[in-house]
Every structure is written in structure tokens, then in C-alpha cells.
């Protein structure tokens, strides 16, 4: 099974700060690689696929890169919306499907 | 507007039956694949199961397998998961998910299974 490792967790920032979110995988899943916001409360919601696609809507301050096993996910001025829990998810095994264990995104 | 809505959580003991229902509209249901997906709490996103567009292929996760069936009723825009013998550890908000080639672009709200006597 492929395993999917966020780093760092938690992270503290300030509105305005930039900041990165790592995810590794087990073994090389290509760009087959999602990331997604989580709001408590409320349904995920699809920010990058592909490794590096924005999903439509999603503010171009969001950006995906990375191939292989190590792939990050940046916020490039973070805004008070943004504080929220950040998940990769490979589809490299797919129909199945691996979630990171999740970058709680807090307020500094 | 495409909307994904999950009902049929609640309490129930361990050993128990429990079916969930996930309500489409909006979109071409019979054109896309769906899956399960739940969030235990204070844990992470955890996929549960996966149903090819034609309900033809279906994939569980180790920890479910056995256990639930996924279904799906394409003339009534509805998905299904179907769970037995619940343990305390299926506890979570599940959430139903629309996929298109690779990626979970459309979420339900979820509904919250608690197991426990």
C-alpha cells in the first residue's frame, strides 16, 4: 500500500505570511497527486489535482508542484479564509486511494 | 448547481446495520464514478470505497472490506453504502464523493455514524 506523509503538522502563520505544505509518498506515484481544503463542519473541497492543475474557482494564490515522491502545496499570502486542514491524496493505486494524514493550518 | 446530500447516519450498537444514502443532482450521475469517504473524530480523511459509473467495479478499503457494499441506482441518481457489523472505530462523518479522472471534485456535506452501545 502506498503511504502518504504530510509535513509539517500543525502549522502556525500569520494573514499575509507565505507557506508550505510538504507531502511524500511511499514510493513514486508520479504526478498523481491531489490536494484539498477541509473546513470543520463543512464538505472538503478540491484546490489542486494533478500535482499542479488549480481546480476552477480555487484563488491563484494556491499552487501545486512536484513529481515522484515529494510534492508541496503553497499559499502565497495567506488570508483569514485560509486557515483550515490541508490533505494530499494519491490516486497512483487507483481505484483506491490514500489520504496524508492532514496540515491543520492555524493562526499564529 | 451539482449537489451531493447524505442521509441515513445515527446511533447504532456494535454489531448493527446501517445504510447510507447520497442523494445527486445537477450533473450526469450515470456518467461518474463515486466514492465513500469518512473523517473518524479528531482524525484524518480516510477512503472508504469506490463504484465504477456502471456499478461493474468496485473497490473497498482493507478496513471496511467484508463488511460494507457500495451500491448505486443510476435511474434514481442515488448511492448507497450499506453497512454491517459496525465497530466502535467506523464511527466518523461520511462523506459522499463524486470523482472525475483521479480527483474528488464534488462533496456532500457528510452524515455522521456513531456506533456505540
Known amino acids: 500500500d502506498i503511504q502518504m506523509t504530510q509535513s509539517p503538522s500543525p502549522l502556525s502563520a500569520s494573514v499575509g505570511d507565505r507557506v508550505t505544505i510538504t507531502c511524500r509518498a511511499s514510493?513514486?506515484?508520479?504526478?498523481?497527486l491531489n490536494w484539498y481544503q477541509h473546513k470543520p463542519g463543512k464538505a472538503p473541497k478540491l484546490l489542486i489535482y494533478?500535482?499542479?492543475s488549480l481546480q476552477s474557482g480555487v484563488p491563484s494564490r494556491f499552487s501545486g508542484s512536484g513529481s515522484g515522491t515529494h510534492f508541496t502545496l503553497a499559499i502565497s499570502s495567506l488570508q483569514p479564509e485560509d486557515f483550515a486542514t490541508y490533505y494530499c491524496?494519491?490516486?497512483?493505486?487507483?481505484?483506491?486511494?490514500?489520504f496524508g494524514q492532514g496540515t491543520k493550518l492555524e493562526i499564529k | 448547481d451539482v449537489h451531493l446530500v447524505e442521509s441515513g447516519g445515527g446511533l447504532v450498537q456494535p454489531g448493527g446495520s446501517l445504510r447510507l444514502s447520497c442523494a445527486a443532482s445537477?450533473?450526469?450521475?450515470?456518467?461518474?464514478?463515486l466514492n465513500w469517504v469518512r473523517q473518524a473524530p479528531g482524525k484524518g480523511l480516510e477512503w472508504v470505497s469506490y463504484?465504477?459509473?456502471?456499478?461493474?467495479?468496485?473497490y473497498y478499503a482493507d478496513s471496511v472490506k467484508g463488511r460494507f457494499t457500495i451500491s448505486r441506482d443510476n435511474a434514481k441518481n442515488s448511492l448507497y453504502l450499506q453497512m454491517n457489523s459496525l465497530r466502535a472505530e467506523d464511527s466518523a462523518v461520511y462523506y459522499c464523493?463524486?470523482?472525475?479522472?483521479?480527483?474528488?471534485?464534488?462533496w456532500g456535506q457528510g452524515t455522521m455514524v456513531t456506533v456505540s452501545s
Open positions: 464523493a463524486r470523482e472525475w479522472l483521479g480527483f474528488l471534485d464534488i
Open positions: 445537477g450533473f450526469m450521475f450515470s456518467s461518474y464514478e
Open positions: 463504484i465504477s459509473s456502471s456499478g461493474n467495479t468496485i
Open positions: 514510493q513514486s506515484i508520479s504526478t498523481y
Open positions: 494533478a500535482a499542479s
Open positions: 491524496q494519491q490516486y497512483y493505486s487507483s481505484p483506491s486511494k490514500t
